[in-house]
């Protein structure tokens, strides 16, 4: 079974950073294509980036040129370099990993940014 389990949230003030880190188990990791999303309250759940299983990204338009994802296959690990922090980036962030029809969700992290 596959689980992923987020790390890395915190309070933050604005023009801050932070690294999330989503460590995957129970899967071959280096076959899924990965992905950070944002929920807050009443809002839907936000794309923010992916990385493909051959390393490809995007991002949301909200957050390019300040966040990076990247992965690390061998520590069946995927990060997310968030810069230049900014108070609407208050969300609990998800990891996702897809393959196919297969979709899974960790349970989220919680980002706050606020002076």
């Known amino acids: 079974q596959v689980r992923l389990v987020e790390s890395g949230g915190g309070l933050v003030q604005p023009g801050g950073s932070l690294r999330l880190s989503c460590a995957a188990s129970g899967t071959i990791f280096s076959i899924y294509d990965m992905g950070w999303y944002r929920q807050t309250p009443g809002k839907q759940r936000e794309l923010v980036a992916t990385?493909?299983?051959?390393?490809?990204?995007s991002y949301g338009d909200s957050v390019k040129d300040r966040f990076t994802i990247s992965r690390n296959n061998a520590k069946n690990t995927m990060y997310l370099q968030m810069n230049s922090l900014k108070p609407d980036d208050t969300a609990v962030y998800l990891c996702?990993?897809?393959?196919?029809?297969?979709?899974?969700w960790g349970q989220g992290t919680q980002v706050a940014v606020s002076s």
């Open positions: 990385i493909t299983n051959d390393g490809r990204t």
């Open positions: 996702h990993a897809a393959l196919g029809f297969r979709n899974y």
